[in-house]
């Protein structure tokens, strides 16, 4: 039976749908990298739950990430800097004659052999992802990352928040949400929450063919005033009803926002807000000209859901208030 591709695989596992792995599959395109990555920098999966699944889908061991953050120095040694580059692997155990490294591709019965050869062990494959591996590619041979990969998975990458922080943080925004009594609140809430992952986000609001600034952070959009024009990103978004991530691109179309954004971002944020279907506004995000955002997807579609259903309450209340 023929292997299923890694999307494929993922779809088939329920891990992500068909609409995730294009959206991935797009900003492959544009910016490189495995796929996995650029689902996790979409905020669809977790690094830690993309790992268990490429131990399932490569059938070897996933890496004990803990393993990664002290590996001594001799077993760094048994791969010079040249060789883990080129096959894309770091050692992390040995044992007698067996030598655990960590993979891009595990499966790889030809690098197994290869490295069998320079090494002089048996090598014993792990999973790890594409993320993980350059980050400890850099810290144990001095291979410097991209930007991207740093600015995702961070400075140093050892640890993420745990599931009950996570969570804890997560009910204490919604409760802000849920007592938001007017438009400014809520408008205030949404940018503040999303400014923890953003350096510049605002509102737009729309009203037919024009996007006209309302509230900001780290950007002023104050008396701006555009058209969405047909090839923008604006209207893109609003036709799809769906967010944009990706780079600010060049075209005529986008040429008032960029203005306003002093230059032409490589990686930005617009996310629809709507209230019964109808979009009655739009959150920019980005980190500046010259960086990428962090991953965020999940937590920023949960911010605008919020948001979403505060402004219909503040409606009924509204209209409660008028009877």
């Known amino acids: 039976m023929k292997a299923l591709k890694l999307g494929e695989a993922l779809v088939k596992d329920s891990l ?27 905020g669809i999966m977790t690094e830690r739950d993309l790992l268990s699944f490429l131990s399932r889908h490569f059938k070897v061991p996933a890496v004990d990430v803990r393993q ?35 993979m891009m591709d595990p499966r790889s019965m030809t690098q197994v052999d290869e490295l069998r050869f320079v090494t002089g062990f048996d090598i014993i494959p792990h999973a790890i992802t594409e993320l993980r591996l350059l980050y400890v590619l850099e810290k144990y041979y001095g291979i410097k990352r991209d930007l991207r990969y740093i600015s995702v998975f961070g400075k140093e990458g050892e640890k993420e928040p745990t599931k009950d922080k996570t969570e804890e943080q997560l009910r204490k925004v919604k409760e802000e949400f ?17 400014g923890k992952i953003a350096k510049r986000t605002a509102v737009f609001i729309i009203k037919g063919d024009r996007a006209t600034g309302w509230k900001s952070r780290g950007m002023n959009v104050d008396n701006a005033e555009m058209a969405v024009g047909h090839n923008s990103v604006f209207s893109d978004v609003i036709r799809r009803k769906s967010y944009y991530r990706g780079p600010l691109l060049k075209v005529t179309d986008n040429e008032p926002l ?13 996310f629809p807000i709507l209230i019964r279907e109808k979009i009655i506004g739009l959150l920019y995000a980005d980190n500046g000209n010259s960086s990428v955002l962090d ?29």
């Open 68 to 102: 990664l953050s002290s590996v001594d120095d001799e077993t760094i040694s048994c791969l010079s800097r040249e060789t883990a580059e080129k096959y894309q692997v770091v050692p992390f155990r040995k044992d007698r004659n067996r030598l655990y490294v960590a």
């Open 258 to 270: 960029i203005s306003l954004l002093s230059g032409a971002p490589q990686d930005c944020l617009v």
């Open 178 to 194: 849920a007592d938001a009594k007017g438009k400014e609140e809520i408008i205030g809430l949404l940018l503040s929450h999303s």
């Open 16 to 42: 992500i749908t068909q609409k995730h792995l294009k959206l991935a599959l797009e900003r492959q395109v544009i910016f490189g990298g495995r796929l996995g990555t650029n689902i996790v920098e979409l």
């Open 295 to 323: 991953a965020g997807l999940n937590f920023i579609s949960t911010l605008i859901a919020m948001a979403s259903i505060s402004f219909e309450i503040a409606i009924l209340r509204r209209k409660i208030l008028d009877l």
